[in-house]
C-alpha cells in the first residue's frame, strides 16, 4: 500500500544549520495547506532555537523548488492556507510575510514558478542549480502576483529588467539570475546542497547575534515584519479584490483548465 503520511515539508539539522525541504514532488512541490504550516513552523522553530544559526530551504526532486499554488488542490475546493489564524498571517507559503532573524539560502532544484518565486524572493541568498528558473507567470491567466512578489522583484532585479518579466510573465534562467545578482551562486545539480550548506555553515560560524542584527537592519525587520511592507500589502488586498472579482479572473484559470487560449474582455 502507498504511504499516503508522508509530511509535506521535512526538517533536518546539520550543526547549526536547519535544512527544511518542501516533500511534495509529485506535485512539483506545489503550496497546500499543510506545506504552509510545515514552513511557516519550521521558521518559527528556527527563530526561537538559539542553536539555529542558519536555514536552507529547497524542493524534494531533482524538477522543482516548488510550482507557486497547488491548483489542483484549489480546483477540489481546500483552502491553501491553515484555519490557525496566527498560520494565515504568516502569508503564503507560511514564509510570504513570515521574515526572520537567522538567515535563509534559497538552494534552488529546477523551476521556482509563481508562488515558488515568491519564496524565492523572500530568501536572503540564493543557490541554484543551473536547471533552475525563475518566473512570475501570473498575468498569462488573468492573475497577478500577490504573495509579495509584485513589489519585491522590483527590489531584485534592475527594474526595466523585473517589469519585463513581471509583465510579460516569461520566466528567466538560473545563468540570468547570477549576472543579475538574483541568485549568489549557479552549480551543478549535484552541487547544489553542498554549495548551499557551505555557504550556510559559512554565515553560521560568524557571531549569530550580530548576523540576526545585520539581516534586521538591512532588511527593516521590526517585530516580526518588515517595516515599510505594511503599504505594499494594503496595496496588494485593495487590487486583489478588485481583480478576482473581475470576468478575466474567472476566465483565466478556465482557459489554462481547457487548455485554450483566453479571451481577454478588461472587465
Given at each position: ?11 533536518e ?7 527544511v ?7 512539483r512541490?506545489?503550496v497546500n495547506?499543510a ?9 518559527e ?11 536552507v ?5 531533482d ?7 497547488d ?12 484555519d ?8 503564503f507559503g ?5 521574515p526572520?532573524s537567522?538567515?535563509?539560502?534559497g538552494?534552488?532544484?529546477g523551476?521556482?514558478?509563481g ?6 524572493l523572500m530568501?536572503?541568498l540564493?543557490v ?8 512570475l507567470?501570473?498575468v498569462?491567466?488573468g ?6 512578489g ?5 527590489k ?19 545563468a ?29 560560524g560568524?557571531?549569530p547575534?550580530s548576523?540576526q ?6 532588511l527593516r525587520?521590526v517585530?516580526?515584519a518588515i517595516?515599510g ?8 488586498r485593495?487590487e ?8 478575466d479572473?474567472?476566465?483565466?484559470p478556465?482557459?489554462f483548465?481547457?487548455k ?8
Amino acid at each position: 500500500m502507498t504511504d499516503t503520511a508522508a509530511p509535506a515539508v521535512l526538517t533536518e539539522r546539520r550543526g547549526h544549520v536547519l535544512i527544511v525541504t518542501i516533500n511534495r514532488p509529485e506535485a512539483r512541490n506545489a503550496v497546500n495547506a499543510a506545506v504552509h504550516a510545515g514552513i511557516g513552523t519550521a521558521l518559527e522553530e528556527a527563530e526561537n532555537d538559539p542553536e539555529v544559526r542558519a536555514v536552507v530551504i529547497t524542493g524534494a526532486g531533482d524538477k522543482a523548488f516548488c510550482a507557486g499554488a497547488d491548483l489542483v488542490a484549489l480546483s477540489r475546493g481546500e483552502n491553501l492556507a491553515p484555519d490557525d489564524k496566527t498560520q494565515q498571517a504568516w502569508g503564503f507559503g507560511g514564509y510570504a510575510a513570515h521574515p526572520i532573524s537567522k538567515p535563509i539560502i534559497g538552494a534552488v532544484n529546477g523551476f521556482a514558478f509563481g508562488g515558488g518565486c515568491e519564496l524565492a524572493l523572500m530568501c536572503d541568498l540564493i543557490v541554484a542549480a543551473e536547471n533552475a528558473q525563475f518566473g512570475l507567470p501570473e498575468v498569462k491567466v488573468g492573475l497577478f502576483a500577490a504573495a509579495g512578489g509584485a513589489f519585491r522583484i522590483v527590489k531584485q532585479l534592475p527594474q526595466k529588467l523585473a517589469m519585463e518579466h513581471l509583465l510579460t510573465g516569461d520566466p528567466f534562467d538560473a545563468a540570468t539570475a547570477l549576472r543579475y545578482g538574483f541568485a549568489n551562486r549557479v552549480v551543478p545539480l549535484a552541487e547544489l546542497m553542498s554549495t548551499a550548506l557551505a555557504l550556510a555553515e559559512k554565515i553560521a560560524g560568524n557571531a549569530p547575534l550580530s548576523v540576526q542584527a545585520s539581516k534586521r537592519v538591512a532588511l527593516r525587520i521590526v517585530d516580526g515584519a518588515i517595516a515599510g511592507d505594511d503599504a505594499h500589502w494594503d496595496d496588494n488586498r485593495r487590487e486583489r479584490t478588485k481583480l478576482m472579482a473581475s470576468e478575466d479572473a474567472r476566465e483565466g484559470p478556465r482557459a489554462f483548465a481547457e487548455k485554450r487560449k483566453p479571451e481577454w474582455k478588461a472587465r
